[in-house]
């Protein structure tokens, strides 16, 4: 029998033994009493195992408050957990595994924290759900881009901009050399910028260059919405030419983004705002290594990860192995390809490059600047090409001050961003 | 100009009128320099706004980690911050006001703490959601509960249960006077309980048992999934004559269960398993309060609200909080009935009934007991009796001790559970 894993991270005040124990009886029985018909021959059979209990530090403090205290303990445990499930017990269903994995635990009595680390799957979550359509190879594909990342950037203002006034600045982009282009997420499909006119205004522009120079520029349309919507929004965007629909994951949901996947036909730009939610506390919540396995497996290509030294709280090192765990194949030899490309964002500029492909092994990404593109004090032509620069001296190790000193670009990217 | 209001509890390091522009900003144009094309005029169309800060006490240390500090300072102020945002920004669409309210806030480096504690929406949302089909009125039509709670209990264990040893259980419950029960949510359609199966084996007895007694059960057949086959599991539970409908709605996601709900013709028994993630932490994340408001719009007709003196984590003040949001409306006069049925589950017997009933000022909920029922020293019917009599004690505003004298099952529970 195939099983499903978990790893968790809790602290508690009982013995960590003692706690997982109780997070596999809450996901297999789940009441305050012995009640009848649950034999020893069921929960042989159905039961959740604990299959190890690592333990941690101890500290003297809990994290997060209300949980229970055995009397007379005053120090706190930390340990590292590992919980498995037959597969049969949810199928391979991802809202019902997260039901398994994530359902009661994070509010049980017996934890001051608990987030959930890892999630290993069997391969049964292959065959019942598609995956990413188009992943890296269809988006290198559509934009045309190889040996190096996809160079992107974000339309800001994120508010009150009109769709001509966004064309325009697509059409200045376009001209940069710029490869994607994205909506904010907070614009879908406000009154002043309708999505329908939206396309229209932005996909001239586009196809236009298009036709000019050969090269397509990959714009992100922020379909986010109800699911009717969002799939007469993904229509509009296919019948303008356009290469790829946006939307925010966490909102739309597993079932509903699930539903739109087996519908679309262009990429999907996966943007996770709303993340800190689930990980912004290191002892509450899901990981991005758990979490970006649901959504890949749901079948978005690109996964937002943040970036190296960002404007947000998430740390350089969470940051990379969020990176690298969408570029990590889900399962073994012989299942069709299932990694995508994570989208490296948030106060980026050339200066990250040389770190981010250092910890990355590669280019399989897309780098999106929003200021360090366009604030760059040479325009926007110049601020593209800081970034190639930027990422060839990566990819070819040479520093990046040593590069700067015969690419203006890029020294004048230091020179303001540095 | 209509307006969508938030309200949020902070703590940071900085001024909190300070953090609170820098809220505003994040989600009105959010890059990490100012960028062209952001005039006054967008900004005094288009911002969000800083309604009102009010300070609340000092902390000497941060609850979350990572966020940054200014030089010198050592204090972290909380406070209760409120911002509104044109409803053009968004438009009347749950999953983009998500994304305006609770985006990338929760990751800003200004916020050891950042949750949101409430949302006030413009009758528009009204317009553009179906709100709940069935709600308090139809669930007391479709189970003939008047001038009581809807008493119900969860089918345990949740793993492992055949169809037919689910049938035998609903059928001593049945007799035993239930008026609600429920799956659990960790099953839904998995192989040695196909949905198909259990709804068949589920519904004979519950449609003999009415055609003998008049009294029609409702049971809440699980049918969290993907939308296809929740689609599917709906219709096999509406010909088979069921009456409800659950699901995990937090697994499901907005999107996916507004697509469902617009199709179904059955009350929705909204399960909110995996909440702990948004609700554990005092410092993080979203209350309930505010987040029940997305739901009842969407439409769902009863919502988990936790129980008093529950097994989790969870404060009576907050459950209580819960309870009295649901069962308020969301907009003034004129407007359609929006109001839910609160789920007061964990751990419930006769003995919360008093505390419940106090609080709530009213008996619109569903009182949902495991081991309270079932393992009743005099047997499920005796279980369901404590239950009425404890609710009749508490709508009369007798001790509960006091009615034990003549009530013999209500002094059993208060014997075991007690």
Redesign the interface.
């Known amino acids: 029998m195939e099983r499903v894993r978990a790893i968790y991270r809790i602290e508690t005040a009982f013995d960590p033994e003692v706690a997982a124990a109780a997070m596999a009886g809450e996901?297999?029985?789940?009441?305050?009493?012995?009640?009848?018909?649950?034999t020893e021959e069921?929960?042989a059979?159905?039961?959740a195992r604990v299959e190890r209990v690592t333990r941690l530090e101890e500290v003297l403090q809990p994290t997060?408050?209300?949980?229970h205290t055995p009397a007379g303990r005053a120090v706190w445990h930390r340990a590292e957990v590992e919980l498995s499930w037959p597969i049969?017990?949810?199928?391979p269903?991802?809202?019902?595994l997260?039901?398994?994995v994530?359902?009661?635990?994070?509010?049980?009595?017996h934890?001051s924290g608990?987030k959930l680390i890892d999630l290993v799957l069997p391969p049964t979550f292959a065959e019942a759900y598609p995956g990413p359509q188009f992943a890296v190879g269809g988006t290198r594909r559509l934009t045309g881009v190889e040996g190096r990342p996809v160079i992107g950037t974000?339309i800001?203002?994120?508010?009150?901009?009109s769709p001509e006034?966004t064309a325009d600045?697509v059409r200045d982009l376009a001209e940069g050399g710029i490869d994607f282009i994205k909506d904010?997420?907070?614009i879908?499909?406000?009154?002043?910028s309708p999505l329908a006119e939206r396309v229209r205004a932005v996909m001239a522009v586009i196809n236009d260059h298009a036709e000019r120079t050969g090269k397509k520029v990959m714009y992100a349309f922020n379909i986010?919405?109800?699911?009717?919507?969002?799939l007469r929004r993904h229509d509009i965007v296919r019948d303008a030419g356009g290469t790829c629909v946006m939307?925010?994951i966490?909102?739309?949901?597993?079932?509903?983004?699930?539903?739109f996947r087996r519908r679309c036909e262009l990429p999907i730009h996966g943007h996770r705002?709303?993340?800190?939610?689930?990980d912004?506390?290191?002892w509450?919540?899901?990981s991005f290594v758990a979490y970006q396995k649901l959504w890949r497996l749901i079948g978005v290509d690109h996964l937002h990860v943040?970036g190296i030294r960002n404007?947000?709280?998430?740390?350089d090192e969470s940051v990379i192995a969020s990176g690298k765990a969408c570029l990590t194949p889900l399962f073994g030899e012989g299942h069709r390809p299932d990694t995508v490309m994570p989208v490296f964002s948030s106060?980026q500029w050339a200066g990250q490059a040389p770190d981010t492909f250092a910890a990355l092994g590669g280019t399989d990404l897309i780098y999106c600047c929003?200021?360090g593109i366009?604030?760059h004090p040479g325009g926007t032509a110049a601020g593209v090409k800081s970034l190639h620069q930027a990422w060839d001296a990566a990819a070819r190790g040479v520093p990046l001050e040593e590069h700067a000193r015969d690419h203006k670009e890029l020294r004048q990217a230091i020179e303001k961003f540095g």
């Open positions: 996901q297999s029985s789940g009441t305050f009493v012995a009640v009848p018909g649950e069921l929960k059979r159905f039961a997060l408050p209300a949980a049969e017990n949810m199928g269903s991802l809202p019902n997260m039901s398994a994530g359902g009661n635990l994070f509010e049980l009595r934890f608990l974000i800001k203002p994120s508010i009150g901009l006034q600045m904010d997420e907070l879908a499909g406000p009154p002043y986010t919405g109800e699911i009717d919507e969002m939307f925010s966490n909102y739309v949901g597993l079932s509903g983004a699930a539903y705002n709303g993340w800190g939610v689930f912004r506390s290191p509450l919540g899901i943040c404007k947000f709280c998430e740390s106060a929003g200021g366009v604030a």
